[in-house]
């Protein structure tokens, strides 16, 4: 019997066929695949390849030398250059109040008024006594050369006349206390006794407090270490300070300092020291914070640049230089800075092109198109208050 096979067999080739052909579609999708990405991505790093490899545009500054003053900075307190507390000197009650509160006064100008009729009536009463006390006197002198009355009596006599001179001119006094005026020129405080009150001596409260404004002082503090540095300045000439507000903004006022006090404070290693200002415009006020510069010196040929050329890193600061088209790093070291502008003291020669504004992603070796810009002005330059 013979069987015949030949349709299973080419059945089995025909499904190997169609598995080898889908296998083959299913590769060539995961090769297209991946051929198209490897295409996205290589356009995208060709897109950005350029835009690294462009030249950044940044603004340049001149390096340069000019003068400078130096000057010492720190935070200072206004106190009145001179402050009395007017209180009553005789007891009695308060009559009159000449003044409003917050008033400017001029010395000798009438403040108070104390009732005056009871020292009057006193007065009065020992210009009587004295007066007797020293015709009784005049009277026995004769007498007691003609030997009429003993020595002793004169003596006695002369004695109550001085008691009585005395006691008349104390009288006196004490009707002065009545009427009490300003011993200085300055600005009133609050009144601490209405009128119709009983004052004494021994009351606590004053009557009013003036405080001296113009001129005024302000009191400021420095490290120990730079106490050399004020007093060789100031045996040379009179240290200018100017006055700003408690920002560092702004000048108020200028004087120049009168104090350096004969201490330090060991609890916080500071001198104190107090400058005069004139304060015509009363814009200085007691108690009050102020920014304290004190100009020790002009610095002919400082090496200026501006604050944001600097920058800091791990070895210390350093500026961008433009050398040819790219931006080398230079290090440099900072003396002193205020506002935009730094003092170099060593790092720069003059006359080289920094980068004034640094833009991210700046690196050493980069390609840079300079921009022309101004170069700075001449500005104050603090010395920091810690060297």
Not at 133 to 148: D, E, H, I, V, W
Not at 282 to 289: C, D, F, H, N, R
Not at 332 to 361: F, H, K, N, T, Y
């Amino acid at each position: 019997m013979t069987v015949v096979r030949t349709g299973a067999t080419g059945e089995l080739s025909d499904h190997g066929t169609r598995r080898r052909i889908t296998l083959a579609i299913v590769v060539l999708g995961v090769l297209l695949l991946v051929f198209a990405t490897v295409r996205v991505v290589t356009a995208e790093r060709a897109q950005q390849l350029p835009a690294e490899a462009e030249a950044l545009i940044v603004d340049t500054v001149t390096v340069r030398r000019q003068p400078m003053p130096l000057l010492l900075e720190s935070v200072g307190q206004v106190v009145p250059e001179h402050t009395v507390q007017v209180r009553p000197q005789i007891s009695g009650m308060l009559k009159q109040v000449y003044f409003t509160e917050g008033q400017p006064v001029s010395v000798g100008q009438r403040l108070f008024l104390v009732e005056p009729v009871s020292f009057e009536t006193a007065l009065t009463s020992a210009k009587a006594a004295w007066e007797s006390a020293k015709s009784n006197a005049q009277r026995l002198m004769p007498l007691a050369t003609q030997g009429y009355v003993t020595p002793q009596d004169l003596i006695n006599a002369r004695a109550a006349a001085d008691r009585a001179d005395a006691a008349y001119k104390q009288a006196a006094i004490n009707l002065g206390y009545t009427d009490v005026r300003a011993p200085i020129s300055g600005r009133t405080g609050s009144i601490g006794v209405k009128a119709g009150n009983l004052v004494s001596p021994s009351d606590g409260t004053q009557l009013v407090t003036i405080n001296q404004i113009r001129p005024i002082q302000v009191r400021f503090d420095i490290p120990q270490q730079l106490l050399p540095v004020v007093q060789q300045h100031q045996a040379q000439q009179n240290i200018k300070v100017m006055i700003t507000r408690d920002d560092g903004t702004a000048t108020i006022d200028e004087g120049t300092l009168i104090f350096i006090d004969n201490a330090v404070n060991t609890s916080t290693g500071t001198v104190t020291l107090k400058a005069r200002v004139p304060n015509e415009q009363e814009q200085l006020w007691p108690g009050e914070y102020v920014g304290v510069h004190a100009q020790l010196a002009m610095e002919l040929q400082a090496m200026v640049v501006p604050q944001t050329a600097v920058q800091t890193g791990q070895g210390g600061d350093y500026v961008y230089v433009v050398t040819g088209d790219q931006a080398e790093t230079r290090a440099v070291r900072v003396d002193r800075e205020v506002g935009a502008l730094a003092v170099i003291s060593s790092g720069l020669v003059g006359g080289e092109q920094v980068i004034q504004r640094v833009p991210r992603g700046l690196r050493s070796g980069m390609r840079i198109t300079p921009a022309a810009s101004d170069a700075p002005t001449a500005a104050e330059v603090t010395l920091p208050i810690g060297q």
